[in-house]
């Protein structure tokens, strides 16, 4: 029988190894969790929900919500390879996360191997940092969702805008060409009908920027999320 690629191996079983190693080391699960979420855009609750399933390592990459711009700073040998000479982007993704565990084993800090000295510390200076036509729809959104969770904070969790009362309750991000709303996988099941028409996977919800973002939506589903969550 062929040996399977990591592509093909259960998402759940890979993840594991990289668990058991790091803890080897004094490391936690969550400090692993960390580098899944920074580098793919899952959110916490999400990840963990993925993993329960038959997922595969290959699909658990191909359907990640937003990659990190910052995964070309991941750089060095992991296993004899060079991570930044790798071409094709899925298997160098897949080297990153490697390498940010091997990273962790060998004791560096969590936000040194989450490359976080340049990250935002606040929403304004992460929605500061973006181009003129994102900052738009990220005030706009922002604001939508103030006004459904009044009595929220606003941090930056996971690297990305989060509104929170003693627990992550929505996150939001710009990316490429999409503003995605991060709720959790419930809401998203919650909302599924008036979600129909729009592009969803558990646990996100991306709308295209254009002048049609549902925000009366929006504040729908972060009042759910403040009253569920």
């Known amino acids: 029988?062929?040996?399977?690629?990591?592509?093909?191996?259960?998402?759940?079983?890979?993840?594991?190894?990289?668990?058991?190693?790091?803890?080897?080391?004094?490391?936690t699960r969550e400090e692993v969790d960390a580098v899944y979420c920074w580098l793919l855009?899952?959110?916490?609750?999400?990840?963990?929900?993925?993993?329960?399933?038959?997922?595969?390592?290959?699909?658990?990459?191909?359907?990640?919500?937003?990659?990190n711009p910052k995964y070309t700073?991941?750089?060095?040998?992991?296993?004899?390879?060079?991570?930044?000479?790798?071409?094709?982007?899925?298997?160098?993704?897949?080297?990153?996360?490697d390498k940010m565990v091997d990273e962790l084993s060998k004791g560096k800090p969590l936000g040194k191997v989450l490359r976080s000295g340049d990250e935002p510390a606040t929403v304004d200076e992460y929605i500061a940092a973006r181009d003129e036509k994102e900052q738009k729809y990220l005030r706009t959104v922002r604001d939508t969702i103030?006004?459904?969770?009044?009595?929220?904070?606003?941090?930056?969790?996971?690297?990305?805008?989060?509104?929170?009362?003693?627990?992550?309750?929505?996150?939001?991000?710009?990316?490429?060409?999409?503003?995605?709303?991060y709720p959790g996988s419930e809401a998203v099941t919650v909302f599924s009908d008036e979600l129909k028409n729009c592009d969803v996977s558990k646990g996100t919800i991306r709308f295209p920027y254009?002048?049609?973002?549902?925000?009366?939506?929006?504040?729908?589903?972060?009042?759910?999320?403040?009253?569920?969550?």
């Open 73 to 97: 700073s991941v750089t060095g040998l992991i296993c004899g390879v060079r991570v930044e000479n790798v071409v094709d982007t899925q298997m160098r993704l897949v080297c990153c996360v």
């Open 146 to 181: 103030r006004q459904a969770l009044p009595d929220a904070e606003e941090v930056i969790s996971w690297g990305m805008p989060t509104f929170r009362n003693g627990q992550n309750l929505i996150h939001f991000a710009a990316q490429k060409n999409h503003i995605g709303i």
């Open 1 to 27: 029988m062929a040996r399977k690629t990591v592509f093909e191996m259960n998402a759940c079983s890979v993840y594991e190894m990289l668990v058991r190693k790091a803890e080897r080391k004094n490391r």
């Open 210 to 229: 254009n002048d049609d973002i549902p925000l009366d939506l929006i504040a729908k589903i972060a009042a759910w999320c403040g009253k569920n969550n």
């Open 41 to 67: 855009g899952y959110s916490p609750e999400n990840f963990k929900q993925i993993l329960e399933t038959d997922i595969t390592y290959g699909d658990l990459f191909t359907n990640a919500p937003a990659v």
